[in-house]
């Protein structure tokens, strides 16, 4: 009985915040967070102020690089692709594929991870435990070979040079990194980079305006039928897309331990061993830890309506198969070489239960996922592209 009525504790604090745990006060409308280097952020209310890495201290200046080689198909070894190309702004900085694809044609095994709210991340890349700042991140597609995305290895000198060559990327080198004899390299690129993708920052949806900023009428009824169930130990959701970004791998100014938090969500089970594809063990991949097998980080589901298919290899097209899949309590394939009762997996998380919806109570889930979506992030002219290289297919007011 103990127990059941600390859940329900819990459960109604939830709710009373709308899951927007792991904060360290939110916004201050009036004086705005400044870091350390002098940069104010611009937060929506109830967020926490993101940490600024030492090493990579924001500016004005060092965003602006950054925006401009995100966007820049020079950033390719063929000069065919940029980093937008898998995190495009329409999709909340998706592709739309179930895996993505290298410069040079190459298949990427994983789905290209949203960029929304990705500062506030403890570890990046789907399970990679030592990826914990994202200028390091931004390594991994530049150099990366196996398989190839970028196409930096053995070029970069050749890549560097289209920049130092270019007399807009001059000027901006310089006004990003004042006083270096020789800004433009593998390093600087990298920490433009992630200072552009420190400021993408979503929390205007109508779930944070009911939730936020007063505004109760934001939400539609079914979406607020939706986040009761979302939020209910029948579901169980919460227990990893919890806190303000709805994820509970999270990182931030006020967070005194960082949540780097791994999951198998019963996706497979080939074969009735627990294990997974090949390519695609999870965290198992770094520790060969029997337990880790399948295990992945939670990903934000900010923007979710806009990020599909799902899973970390795009194996699952819509949200109403995501909800099948975990109503299920895992995925069952019936034939072929990946055949096995994910349900039944010995390495699934013990939070994966399944459960029981209506068909209207499917209809508000999705509802309430739909809530999550942030237009004026999605049409911020702040992350605009500066070439015109990535049209958009949306039309922004």
């Known amino acids: 009985m103990k127990s059941v009525c600390v859940r329900a504790l819990i459960l109604s604090v939830l709710l009373a915040v709308g899951g927007c745990g792991g904060g360290d006060g939110g916004a201050d409308d009036t004086t705005p967070p400044i870091t350390p280097s002098g940069y104010q952020w611009q937060l929506p209310k109830g967020f926490p102020t993101p940490k600024e890495a030492s090493d990579n201290p924001l500016t004005e200046a060092k965003i602006e690089l950054g925006r401009h080689l995100f966007y820049d198909l020079r950033m390719s070894v063929n000069q065919t692709m940029a980093c937008a190309s898998c995190h495009l702004p329409d999709r909340a900085f998706t592709d739309g594929r179930p895996t993505s694809i290298g410069a040079t044609g190459e298949d990427h095994p994983r789905n290209a991870m949203s960029l929304s709210n990705v500062v506030y991340n403890a570890t990046f890349n789907w399970a990679n435990p030592g990826l914990t700042t994202l200028h390091a991140q931004a390594l991994v597609p530049i150099f990366g070979e196996f398989p190839l995305e970028l196409g930096w290895s053995d070029h970069e000198t050749e890549i560097l040079d289209r920049f130092r060559q270019d007399v807009i990327y001059q000027k901006l080198f310089a006004e990003a990194y004042p006083g270096e004899a020789e800004p433009v390299s593998a390093d600087r690129v990298t920490k433009a980079l992630a200072a552009f993708e420190s400021i993408l920052i979503s929390g205007n949806s109508p779930y944070d305006q009911a939730t936020f900023q007063g505004n109760p009428n934001a939400m539609s009824v079914s979406a607020r039928r939706g986040q009761e169930l979302f939020f209910s130990e029948r579901m169980e959701c919460f227990h990893c897309h ?155 007011n």
């Open 242 to 396: 919890g806190g303000f970004n709805f994820s509970q791998s999270v990182n931030h100014a006020g967070t005194r331990l960082a949540q780097a938090e791994f999951h198998n969500n019963g996706l497979y089970n080939i074969g009735g061993t627990g294990d997974y594809p090949l390519n695609n063990r999870g965290l198992w991949e770094f520790t060969q830890r029997p337990a880790d097998m399948g295990r992945f980080r939670a990903p934000t589901l900010r923007n979710v309506e806009l990020t599909g298919p799902y899973m970390h290899d795009g194996s699952i097209a819509t949200l109403e198969g995501v909800i099948d899949h975990y109503a299920r309590g895992g995925r069952i394939i019936q034939e072929g070489p990946l055949a096995g009762d994910g349900a039944k997996s010995p390495y699934k998380s013990e939070l994966i239960v399944g459960f029981s919806l209506t068909t209207q109570e499917k209809q508000d889930v999705i509802a309430f996922l739909h809530s999550l979506t942030d237009w004026e992030f999605i049409c911020d002219p702040r992350f605009i592209d500066p070439f015109g290289n990535f049209p958009r297919h949306i039309r922004c």
